[in-house]
């Protein structure tokens, strides 16, 4: 047997012992032959399952073609995937990075380089959400800033003002001489899939737009068809001015990236920012392949039906099992089930009863299938849930 010692591993995650070898679809197996149905996806990073064939084709074609090139070259790769971005988005310019975090992170550098190449500042702190979760570099635990983030970090990035998630006078309050952005995403994702109201969202715009902020939107987890949209902000026809994507775009490769209008880009300029693997073939060649699927006619109809009948089901569960679900919710093949016993523990036990899903703050499981995902999975994956769930009513 190989190795097993994890201790030369950092120690940072409460990590199942489950050692998994294989994937295919929505399904992963562990090392004992066990078969799981994977409603954990990654988390929410596997928008076309495990080795999707036309994944795999494209890695593997593009390794044998192209593996890696400068940014001081041009390359077809980044242009074209930014070009579709782009054409499919309120964005005129991308920059590619590779975790969710990091493109948060250049989010939050862009405020404050936008107002001061405009000579409008110093603007630079930016409002963000209690439960709202960024990453894990220096400026994003500051952005999130809730406890299990933060402790021990200090001194933390100065210049975020963290007020409730949905209370839109609670924004305005916050607004000062320096403030220069908000920053939130449009449906809290380890905070507990909570979605914020499309009129809310609308709201935010306004202010924006009115005391001359930029909107960022962290759609690192809600982004690529997860909701049913390309980005979730669509449902409130609204646009950001800085949109960061990661998870779904690389779809297990990783890479993320920053969306941003011509007039956040237009403060950049050569040398002012960077990356040595931003946008390097490999990680464009799978985000073209992604972008096919996911931009094909239907299949973001086709989350949003899958969604739907993920939704139903949940629903089903807190009506029948009370004492073990308090709360269904979410948007799309993005849901949450609030549980009333521990959700570590009841992660565990469907994890034993072969349905993985990731837990998150306030007590929920998180739902985050693939997006291919099949309506047989998802009756699978209830069953489970049912089974499981009545076996612990009485825990
Ligand atoms: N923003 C959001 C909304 C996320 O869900 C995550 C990852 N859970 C991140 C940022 C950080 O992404 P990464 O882990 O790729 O750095």
């Known amino acids: 047997m190989a190795d097993a010692d994890d201790s030369v591993l950092f120690n ?6 489950v050692e998994v070898v294989r994937g295919e679809g929505v399904r992963i197996w562990d090392d004992g ?5 994977d409603f954990m996806g990654g988390v929410a990073v596997l928008a076309l399952g495990h080795c999707h064939p036309a994944l795999v084709e494209a890695l593997s074609s593009q390794a044998r073609t192209l593996w890696h090139a400068s940014n001081l070259l041009r390359t077809p790769g980044a242009r074209k995937v930014a070009r579709r971005l782009v054409d499919a988005t309120f964005a005129d310019a991308v920059f590619f990075n590779s975790s969710g975090s990091e493109a948060v992170d250049l989010a939050i550098k862009l405020v404050r380089r936008y107002f001061n190449t405009r000579g409008d500042g110093p603007r630079w702190r930016v409002i963000t959400m209690e439960r709202g979760y960024h990453g894990r570099t220096l400026a994003t635990i500051a952005a999130g800033g809730s406890a299990k983030l933060t402790d021990g970090f200090a001194p933390l990035v100065d210049g975020f003002d963290r007020v409730p998630f949905g209370d839109l006078a609670a924004v305005e309050a916050a607004i000062g001489p320096e403030t220069g952005a908000i920053l939130l995403e449009p449906i809290l994702g380890d905070g507990g899939i909570v979605a914020a109201p ?3 969202l609308r709201g935010l715009r306004q202010l924006a737009d009115r005391h001359g902020l930029l909107l960022i939107l962290d759609e690192v987890q809600t982004g690529l068809g997860r909701t049913g949209r390309l980005f979730a902000h669509e449902d409130a026809g609204i646009a950001p001015d800085i949109l960061a994507m990661g998870k779904g775009i690389g779809a297990g490769y990783p890479l993320a990236g920053v969306l941003v209008t011509r007039a956040v880009a237009d403060c950049l300029a050569p040398g002012s920012h960077g990356g040595t693997l931003a946008g390097a073939p490999l990680g464009m060649a ?3 392949a992604v972008l096919d699927i996911v931009l094909d006619d239907g299949f973001l109809s086709s989350v949003s039906a899958k969604g739907d009948a993920l939704a139903a089901r949940l629903k089903d569960m807190v009506r029948q099992h009370p ?3 308090a709360e269904a919710r979410g948007v799309g093949l993005m849901r949450g089930l609030k549980c009333r016993v521990d959700p570590w523990l009841m992660a565990g036990r469907l994890r034993d009863a072969g349905l993985l899903v990731a837990p998150a703050m306030d007590d929920v499981i998180r739902l985050v299938p693939p997006l291919v995902v099949s ?3 998802i009756e699978e994956a209830a069953a489970i849930l049912d089974r499981v769930a ?3 009513a009485s825990v």
């Open 12 to 17: 940072v995650y409460r990590r199942a012992d």
């Open 33 to 37: 032959g066990k078969r799981y149905l």
């Open 198 to 200: 499309p009129e809310y």
């Open 286 to 288: 799978v985000a073209d």
């Open 323 to 325: 004492a073990v679900f």
């Open 375 to 377: 309506d047989a999975e």
């Open 390 to 392: 009545a076996s612990m």
